[in-house]
């Protein structure tokens, strides 16, 4: 079975582009979630999409933006790129919103480079 | 304050070693807990669910206290496999947020 899927795997932006970064969940994980890891740190949370709605919204900009489809897979748009936002974009499916097993289950992530 | 505070480490042990991991969090209305690990340049995998009653899954041991909100990993007889970033996660009350430490990372030596 096809785990989660990102793309594209790596990209190279400047300053005040706009960039678009895609993922599909695991076959009946109805559940997205994406994060930013900086370099030496930890995962931080952007947002949860469950059934199409947004369910959950880390403390980032408006800049970041992201959606879901009818099929599960989703988008994060991230407009007039800084410097910062060079990172992993890391998007993790899950069964459904709130699942207390705590398995989430990441791709390998987009890596962002904004020069 | 940071929602997971963990101490990034280094650790580097000897093989067979018994390493400890501690991690605290600040909402004491979280309501599950657990320990991923993130090997170099990939992404991050669930390692084990923390229990309140303790629990152990081989050579791991987990613990949490909800009164001084605190989580530990343990890892007995360390093998070089084990070298990796370890990630002390926290789900929110909410259920809809998970915290990530910042990692700890762990080298095991021959």
């Known amino acids: 079975d096809a785990g989660v899927t990102q793309s594209p795997t790596h990209l190279i932006k400047t300053r005040g582009q706009h960039v678009t970064l895609r993922c599909s969940p695991i076959s009946g994980h109805k559940s997205v979630s994406w994060y930013q890891q900086v370099l030496g740190q930890g995962p931080q949370f952007i947002f949860q999409y469950y059934e199409k709605e947004e369910r959950g919204r880390g403390n980032f900009p408006d800049r970041f933006s992201a959606r879901q489809f009818p099929n599960y897979s989703s988008e994060l748009n991230v407009n007039a790129l800084l410097l910062g936002d060079s990172a992993l974009y890391l998007c993790?499916?899950?069964?459904?919103?709130?699942?207390?097993?705590?398995?989430?289950?990441f791709g390998e992530g987009s890596r962002l480079t904004v020069l | 304050r940071k929602e997971v505070e963990q101490d990034p480490g280094p650790f580097n042990v000897p093989e067979g070693a018994t390493v400890a991991f501690n991690c605290t969090y600040s909402?004491?209305?979280?309501?599950?807990f657990f320990w991923y690990r993130q090997d170099c340049r990939k992404e991050p995998k669930l390692l084990m669910s923390?229990?309140?009653s303790g629990n152990e899954d081989g050579r791991f041991t987990a613990q949490l206290n909800r009164a001084s909100q605190y989580i530990s990993l343990l890892i007995r007889d360390s093998k070089l496999s084990d070298s990796a970033t370890y990630l002390c996660?926290?789900?929110?009350?909410?259920?809809?947020?998970?915290?990530f430490g910042t990692g700890t990372s762990l080298t095991v030596i021959p």
């Open positions: 996660v926290v789900l929110t009350n909410t259920g809809n947020q998970f915290y």
């Open positions: 909402n004491s209305a979280s309501q599950s």
């Open positions: 993790a499916s899950s069964l459904k919103a709130g699942t207390n097993t705590g398995e989430l289950f």
């Open positions: 923390v229990y309140s």
